[in-house]
Each structure stands twice: as C-alpha cells, then as structure tokens.
C-alpha cells in the first residue's frame, strides 16, 4: 500500500511500524518488567496499560492515514478484516445489552472489549503497514526476543533458585516465580518472562514456527531451536506440546521435493513408533506419567485430577453457550471475572467467546480467524506467510484444551505477525 509523500503521513506509517516492532520485541517481556516496575514503584496496573496507550495512539496514526490517503481505505475490503469488524459490532451490541438489562457492569466489558479485540486491532494495523522490509525486521526481533526469553527458561530450570524472581516482585498476590506440576509432584513448571507456563508454551509455538522456517538461511538457529523445545518441555504445557508439533510440518518447505515421500513415510512412521512406545511406558514410569497425565495413571480420571476439571469446565461452558444463544456480554467470562467471588474460566478458547458473545460472535470470530489465516497462507512474502498461517492455527487448536487468546503476548505478538503477512500477498 503506497502513501502520497507527505510528511505527516510519512511519519504516521513510520510510527505504526514501530509501534509492530515494539510489541513484537517487548511483549515477551511484559510480565516480568511490569511486575517489576509494579513492586518498586507501585501502580503494577497503570504499567501494563502501556501497550493499551500504545495501539491507541497507533489506532491514531491509522485513521489520519486514511483520511489523508485514500488508498488506505481499502483495508476494509480486504474479507477477514471485514469479519472481524462484524464479530467486534456483535460483541458491543451484545454488551451493550448486557449493560442496559444490568446483567453486567461496565469495567467488565472495558476489560472484555480489552481481552477479545485488541489482537484483532493490532493485526489491521499490521496489515495496513506491512512491507517485506518490516516483515525482515519484524522476524528477528521476534526471535531475537524468544532466544533471550528461552535462555531465561533453561536458566530457571536448571540453574538458578526456583523462588529467584521473587526479588522483582514475583510471588502470591502477583506472578508465582514456579508451580508445581501438580499438587503432590516436586517438578516444577517455569513461565520465564510470561504470564505463566501456559503463556510461555504458546508464545514458543510462534518462535518454534519462525525459526523452522530460517533454519536453512540461518544455520545458527538450530541452536535456538534446540533451546525453544527445552524451554517448551519445562512449561509443561500439553497443549503447547501438541501445538508445536502442529508446527513441525514446516521442515517439509525445506526438503527437496523428490524426497518429500520418504520424508512423509519416515515421519508418520516416528510419530507412530513415539505413540506406540509412549503407551507401552507410560504405566511403567511415574515421572511420564506425571509429564503427560499430570497426574499418575491410577487416578487420571479421578475428578480432582486437572484432565477432569478441564473436561468438566468445557462440558460446563458448551452447556451454557448452548442454552444462551445470544451471549452474556464481553467480560462475562475469563480473566475479566477473575475479580469477582467466583470466576467463569471455561477452558475453551471457543466457548468463552461463544458464551460472551453468543452464536453469531462465535460463527464471525471462527470465520474472521479462518479467513486470517488463509490470507497469510497466501502472501507473498513466503515462507513466513505459511509459517504464521501455522502457528496461528496451532494456537487456535490448543484453545480447545486452553483460553489461549487471552494471554495478551501470545495474542498480540500472533496477530501482529499474521496481519503482517496477510498485508504482503499478491493481489489477485
């Protein structure tokens, strides 16, 4: 997309690009920084308004963009933008319902409309700006960020006291420094410089796609590669674990196409053999149990176990989406409920929107989301368009165990990197 040269909206691009690369280089970090700053200086929530302020004022910079240029209006033709802004009109229509008949407030839906719109916000301003030079930036930052965050991992791991980050404020009533994997286990979960372990583990599929992708470029990355599964292996999140080997496929972009059969076979042969041995060891030995079950083999079906509060909040959440077709309003379930006497945490990325938003939110996200990444699977700046159309899919599939848009890194830096490809492909 071209722009007439003119200084004001040279500058108003110039800042919107920047403000992509800010969140894709500095949300890994959100939580620890804030947290510090938080327990220094106080005002924690005041802190983590700081990419709010940000996305606004880049919001700013967009809408002075289009009046000033024409040509920037058509990002409203563009399919998943359009679905998008339809999915936003149903959630504030629905709110604003919620509201008005007093089954909800109003700093619940601020924090709603905060929670399951702001990725989208941030992926039009992406693709509104997206160039193959910000692309190129855009993809080391970005792993440049996740090295820095995975050596974090493998340090608390391996290296450093458990209980470390309590000295930049980490603890009971901010961020835990570690948890237990459950609650009668001595293995530890880490979130490095995430929200929490789950976070750490989907942010990694993201920086596990990227660096598949510049494998061959960039030889050095196998290094970092390597440590993005070890850091991955310690958040102990299965949902991340399966999401990333969503991710794995990638390798096939790299092998010459008369070996790509073999390599298929090869592959579905491993996979097959590591599932046949995993179900052959896993009653042999507690500690795979305890990775894979989280719990031992005797009582995973035990309703305290963590697999049946899942399945019992997802079987919970489906029942009541199916019996509130027209939604409870933004806010109404997730963190925004963490604040009140009892929490509504469905652990169903799908589910909560559907519960918040009702059926025709759930249909506009799903197809926003899907229209997404086929956008990015077609760009032109490839491999990178095929690596996030992965990885946001990987995403979207862990949500089916996980909330997993609701951490706002893994979101943001999702969506940021989506709308950049998606803003790069061949008009056709």
Known sequence: MTTQPDQTTYWARRFIQGGIILIVGVMPFH???????????????????????LIVMMVGSLVWLMWKVPAYRSIWQEPWVKDASFFAGIAVVVSFVAIFNQTSTFWPVVYGLKIDLEFWVIAVLAFSVSSTKL??????????????????????????????????G???????????????SDTLR????????NQLGTYLVIIIALSIIQIVRHPLIIGGLGLNFLALWNSYS?????????TLPLIWLHIAHRHRRLAALGGAAFILAAMIATTMLINKYPALQESILHSTAAHHQNAASSDSLRLTSIQEGAQAVLTSPLGHGLGSAGPATFQLAEPLIIENQFLQIGYETGWLGLGAFGIALSLLIMSAWRSRQQPFGIAMAVAVTAIALAGFMLPTLTDSSTALIAFSLAGLASGNKPHV
């Open 170 to 184: 980490y603890g009971p009533t901010t961020i835990p420094p570690f948890l237990y994997l459950t609650a009668t």
């Open 190 to 197: 880490f979130a490095g410089t995430l929200g929490g372990p």
């Open 31 to 53: 939580a620890f920084f804030t947290t510090w700053l938080g327990s220094v200086v106080g005002y924690r929530g005041l802190w983590q308004s700081w990419k709010e302020l």
């Open 238 to 246: 299965r949902s991340a674990w399966l999401a990333a080997l969503v």
């Open 135 to 168: 692309i190129t930036k855009a993809i080391s930052v970005t792993l440049a960020a996740g090295f820095v965050v995975s050596i974090f991992v493998v340090l608390q791991a391996y290296v450093l006291p458990p209980d470390w980050l309590t000295q930049f």
